[in-house]
């Protein structure tokens, strides 16, 4: 898939908000908060933030709010696209079709590792956007991509992360996604790659149902 990230603002300010979980940051900006003013601009204009007796960014209750908000829309769109996650092509059967069967996550985690399991997910979001706006798949692959990696990522674990997060952290997400075919390479045509993926939504909403998931 050949998608950038188009407004990737949002997603730095969520990160940002999350530094303040456990941190305060000086509104002098040193130490190379001055690369995140604009988002720490933002934050604070916003009402996520207030400014202390002591001149720092502190995070307040509001911020707080929406950090959890943030996470359960993460949960909520990973949860609506988990299914694809493992998809046999060559059998045409799910993973989480034998998600009862494992009595740990960690064990139906190692199932799920399997070669023969396809993560489909970015593919799927593509398919059912198909025809809207460019811009608008790109936004919708990236929601996910950013929400399945959000916790994954140690945004802050080097020094200069303010410097990375606005030049490099994200081409880690561009990376995933170009590394990723488009549902319309399943196919010897697009009509019959068109085939192939209504198939896979129409049973994948189906095993949703049967587990309640999503």
Same mark, same amino acid.
């Given at each position: 898939m050949n998608y950038k990230v188009l407004d990737f603002q949002k997603y730095a300010r969520l990160v940002v908000l999350k530094y303040f979980e456990n941190n305060k940051v000086s509104v002098f900006l040193t130490s190379g908060f001055e690369h995140i003013a604009l988002q720490l601009d933002w934050l604070h204009g916003n009402g996520y933030l207030d400014l202390n007796a002591d001149n720092n960014y502190v995070i307040n209750s509001t911020g707080e709010k929406y950090l959890a908000t943030a996470a359960d829309e993460r949960l909520k769109l990973i949860q609506k696209y988990d299914i694809y996650s493992g998809v046999d092509l060559s059998e045409g059967v799910f993973a989480f079709a034998e998600y009862g069967k494992f009595n740990s996550i960690t064990e139906f985690? #190692? &199932?799920?590792?399997?070669?023969?399991? +396809?993560d489909l997910r970015l593919e799927i979001i593509e398919y059912e956007n198909d025809g809207l706006p460019e811009s608008v798949? %790109? /936004?919708?692959?990236?929601d996910l991509v950013f929400a399945v990696n959000f916790d994954k990522i140690d945004w802050f674990a080097n020094t200069d992360w303010q410097y990375?997060?606005? !030049?490099?952290?994200? @081409?880690?997400? @561009? %990376? !995933?996604? %170009?590394?990723?075919? +488009?549902?319309? =390479? &399943?196919? =010897? =045509? /697009? /009509? #019959?790659a068109k085939g192939i993926f209504q198939d896979i939504r129409a049973q994948g909403e189906s095993l949703k149902e049967e587990l309640r998931f999503g």
């Open positions: 985690q #190692a &199932y799920l590792m399997q070669e023969r399991f +396809s798949i %790109a /936004e919708r692959i990236f990375e997060l606005l !030049v490099t952290s994200f @081409e880690v997400l @561009e %990376a !995933v996604v %170009a590394g990723s075919p +488009s549902w319309k =390479d &399943y196919g =010897d =045509d /697009e /009509e #019959a």
